[in-house]
């Protein structure tokens, strides 16, 4: 039966028109079971086509981490794109999918000894470092490769900061750099990131001055600093509107021609590369008036998808269309588990929705079923390519 959806001009603005219209279309075509996951595949082959494209001579390294479905690797496997990958399933997905190991670079600075001995006899010599027990690892498990170090920088204004888990200030830095060359390590790059979802331009220009201090440092010391590897964090369309990829791209690119013109540089981009080509579906399991006023709830939520929620990213809803609604209410939204703690957000303005219809959550392709557990017998989404 085709279905009819309320979509506000807010929703509108905020999802590409042609992924809208695309997977509208699908849900009409199947008798589609809930959760599940549509990626629009055009929308992920532009991805490749655009990010990184406004920064002369970069590469791009993918971030698996940020929807690690083997459908959506198949698909970018077949594209000009390199991977960034943290640990051993992430290496094991690429593999099986026989995505070669000059394509793959690992940037978590803490790995596990398993996981380097694995990434290093499959042939990846790229990796990231900001401590001496790395090093001591390193230097054991994979001679001889190319370290890029973590150096911490502002993660102000971005929506999912990264910066107290990772990273060193200058003087450690310079002192780990001198320490992985005695090592029998190739120290060559410095990393950052400026925090998931940055809407603060001006991050990257702190932390490639930052760089370019510490690559002076470095060259005095007589390592030569030939490797810049800029992160991630480009933002996506939630709630509002959010820096462009050109925009941004544009900005670096000034930066980097200034402080690094001889210098190769790596992105990472996760949630711009796939959060906005993801539409999540959920049903209504049921409503409630309570004493804080009205439940809805779905089949998705904090445990089984949408983690994020508790970090303080908000998503835009668009719920079917009955004839009569007109007035809004004020909903909390929860999902299907039994805790509590599974509230994904709180007055949401919706039209008062049946149940069984369908809510599609947007920008819902990044950091939803990467994060998602089974808790309570709750299904993970699968993830389809449309
Ligand atoms: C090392 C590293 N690189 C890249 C990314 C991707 O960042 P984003 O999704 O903000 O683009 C992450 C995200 O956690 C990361 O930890």
Not at 295 to 308: A, H, K, P, R, S
Request: hydrophobic letters at 45%.
């Amino acid at each position: 039966m085709v279905k009819s959806f309320k979509i506000e001009d807010r929703a509108a603005a905020l999802v590409e028109k042609s992924t809208l219209l695309k997977i509208l279309n699908y849900i009409d075509t199947v008798d589609l079971k809930t959760p599940v996951l549509l990626m629009d595949g055009d929308r992920l082959r532009r991805s490749v086509a655009t990010v990184g494209r406004g920064i002369d001579g970069c590469k791009v390294f993918y971030a698996v981490k940020a929807n690690p479905s083997p459908k959506v690797l198949r698909l970018l496997a077949a594209l000009d794109v390199g991977f960034e990958i943290s640990n051993e399933g992430e290496l094991n997905v690429l593999s099986m999918l026989g995505v070669s190991p000059e394509r793959i670079i690992s940037s978590n600075p803490v790995k596990a000894a398993d996981f380097i001995e694995s990434a290093y006899s499959y042939g990846v010599r790229y990796f990231a470092f900001d401590s001496p027990a790395e090093i001591i690892k390193m230097s054991e498990l994979a001679p001889n490769s190319n370290l890029y170090l973590r150096l911490a920088v502002p993660n102000e204004g971005s929506e999912w900061p990264l910066s107290r888990k990772f990273g060193v200030e200058i003087e450690d830095a310079l002192k780990l750099l001198i320490m992985a060359k005695d090592s029998r390590l190739n120290p060559m790059g410095i990393t950052f990131h400026v925090g998931s979802q940055c809407n603060n331009i001006y991050n990257w220009n702190i932390a490639l001055d930052k760089a370019r201090l510490l690559s002076d440092m470095a060259a005095e010391a007589g390592i030569a600093i030939s490797l810049i590897n800029i992160g991630g964090g480009y933002p996506i369309k939630y709630t509002k509107n959010v820096l462009t990829v050109e925009a941004i791209e544009r900005h670096i690119n000034k930066l980097i021609k200034d402080r690094f013109p001889e210098t190769a540089v790596y992105l990472e981009p996760g949630r711009a590369f796939v959060g906005d080509a993801g539409i999540m579906v959920a049903r209504v399991t049921g409503k409630a008036d309570r004493l804080d006023g009205r439940w809805l709830y779905i089949d998705v939520g904090v445990f089984n998808g949408l983690m994020e929620s508790i970090g303080g990213i908000k998503y835009t809803y668009i719920t079917e269309a009955h004839a009569g609604q007109s007035v809004k209410d004020n909903w909390t939204l929860a999902g299907p588990s039994c805790d509590s703690f599974d509230v994904i957000d709180k007055n949401v303005q919706l039209c008062e929705p049946e149940v069984g219809d369908m809510v599609l959550i947007l920008s819902g392709g990044a950091y939803t079923i990467s994060y998602a557990s089974e808790f309570n017998g709750c299904a993970i989404p699968e993830t389809v390519i449309v």
